[in-house]
T-cell receptor
């Protein structure tokens, strides 16, 4: 069964630490996306990638970094520069054409302790 | 820049009643429009999409949506709501560049 897997489901970060969220898909999708979701707010785009070894900043990229070394994988690193990282993080993938919807992972909840 | 507005933060309907969730968008070109549903603590699932052709589109779980260009709207409807429909619903517009912009969501509560 094809799908998109995010891990871990829950993640705790100490002040000053970098943490990496995993996102893997076996849908053969070229495009992958990272969104942040806060209570009462919609999804805000952090980074996206439409091809291997290339990615673009979204609306709230500061304090985050990504890589796209393989088509299947798009990990997100939350760096110590992100001052308010506690949120629900969602990874999505799609084919590049705009009439296609996204397939989402089940999310990672990151909490700063 | 594109934007999506969902005017209703929270809607409560009785089980068996009809439902309409509102969505207004702003985008300069032909919009690609989507509705997604999210259960608590989960990712989003695609309900339906519009990109051309018939302005009334059918989706999964008995949902439908109507695209009205003159009103810049893409409202989601269901004739009879079930308790399992309680969730958060997001409208989104996708641009030619492939990125999607989401509304802030509408939380649906279903009364028995």
């Amino acid at each position: 069964d094809g799908g998109i897997t995010q891990s871990p489901k829950y993640l705790f970060r100490k002040e000053g630490q970098n943490v990496t969220l995993s996102c893997e898909q076996n849908l053969n999708h070229d495009a992958m996306y990272w969104y942040r979701q806060d209570p009462g707010q919609g999804l805000r785009l952090i980074y996206y990638s439409q091809i291997v070894n290339d990615f673009q900043k979204g609306d709230i990229a500061e304090g985050y970094s990504v890589s796209r070394e393989k088509k299947e994988s798009f990990p997100l690193t939350v760096t110590s520069a992100q001052k308010n990282p506690t949120a629900f993080y969602l990874c999505a993938s799609s084919i590049v054409q705009s009439e296609s919807g996204y397939t989402f992972g089940s999310g990672t909840r990151l909490t700063v302790v | 820049a594109q934007s999506v507005t969902q005017p209703d933060i929270h809607i409560t309907v009785s089980e068996g009643a009809s439902l309409e969730l509102r969505c207004n968008y702003s985008y300069g070109a032909t919009p690609y429009l989507f509705w997604y549903v999210q259960s608590p603590g989960q990712g989003l699932q695609l309900l339906l999409k519009y990109f051309s052709g018939d302005t009334l589109v059918q989706g999964i779980k008995g949902f439908e949506a109507e695209f009205k260009r003159s009103q810049s709207s893409f409202n989601l409807r269901k004739p009879s709501v079930h308790w399992s429909d309680a969730a958060e619903y997001f409208c989104a517009v996708r641009t030619n560049a492939g990125k999607s912009t989401f509304g802030d969501g509408t939380t649906l509560t279903v009364k028995p």
